[in-house]
C-alpha cells in the first residue's frame, strides 16, 4: 500500500479490531453500515480507506481521527502490544500510559499531528505559528516596556539632579548678590 497513514489507520484499527475478538469485524461493518468485503480490504491492506470511513471509524472507536493515527504509529513502534488473554480494557490502560499529560508527551503528540500528512496537522501547524508569534511579540513588548520604565527612571534622576543644581545655583546667585550689596556699602 507505501500510504503511511492509511498503513498507521490500519494498524490501529487491526489492533482495536483483535482486542474486541471473534466477531468484531462483522459488528463495526454492520455499525457503520460499511461493505464487509470493503472492510475486509481495508483491514488486509488491499485497499485504503476512504478519509470519511477513517473517520467514523475512529469515531465508533472513540477516538479522534488524528488519536487513531497516532496509536496506529505506536503499534507500529511496539510501543503498544496486545497481550493474549486480556480484554480490551488492556488497549485503554496502555492508551492512557502512553498519552500522558507531561511536556515530552504532548511534544510528542504535536510531532504526531504534524507528520500526520493531514489537515489537522496543517491547522495545528498555523495554530504554532500563530501562538509562537504572538509570545514573541509579548517578549518584545515586554523589552521595550522594560526599556522605557529605565528611561523613565534615569530621566527622573536627571529631573532631581537638574533641580538640585538649579537650587544650588539660585544659592549661589543669591550669595553673589548680598556680597555684592555688602561691598557696595
Not at 480494557?89 to 502512553?98: G, L, W
Not at 513588548?141 to 534622576?157: A, F, G, Q, S
Amino acid at each position: 500500500m507505501n500510504n503511511p497513514i492509511a498503513e498507521q489507520f490500519r494498524a490501529a484499527l487491526n489492533f482495536l479490531l483483535q482486542q474486541e475478538g471473534r466477531g468484531a469485524q462483522v459488528r463495526l461493518a454492520l455499525a457503520l453500515n460499511i461493505d464487509r468485503g470493503y472492510l475486509n480490504a481495508v483491514i488486509k491492506g488491499r485497499k485504503p480507506a476512504a478519509e470519511e470511513i477513517r473517520l467514523k471509524i475512529a469515531d465508533h472507536f472513540g477516538m479522534l481521527y488524528e488519536e487513531m493515527l497516532a496509536f496506529g504509529r505506536r503499534v507500529q513502534e511496539g510501543l503498544i502490544k496486545r497481550e493474549e488473554g486480556k480484554g480490551a480494557e488492556v488497549s485503554e490502560v496502555e492508551i492512557e500510559n502512553n498519552s500522558g499529560n507531561g511536556i515530552s508527551s504532548k511534544i510528542e503528540q504535536v510531532r504526531e499531528i504534524l507528520e500526520s500528512g493531514t489537515d489537522y496537522g496543517q491547522t495545528l501547524s498555523s495554530l504554532i505559528d500563530t501562538v509562537h508569534q504572538a509570545i514573541m511579540t509579548g517578549r518584545k513588548n515586554r523589552k521595550i516596556e522594560d526599556r522605557l520604565e529605565e528611561i523613565e527612571r534615569r530621566l527622573e534622576l536627571v529631573e532631581k539632579e537638574y533641580a538640585s543644581v538649579k537650587k544650588v545655583a539660585q544659592m549661589s546667585k543669591k550669595n553673589i548678590s548680598k556680597e555684592r550689596r555688602s561691598v557696595s556699602k
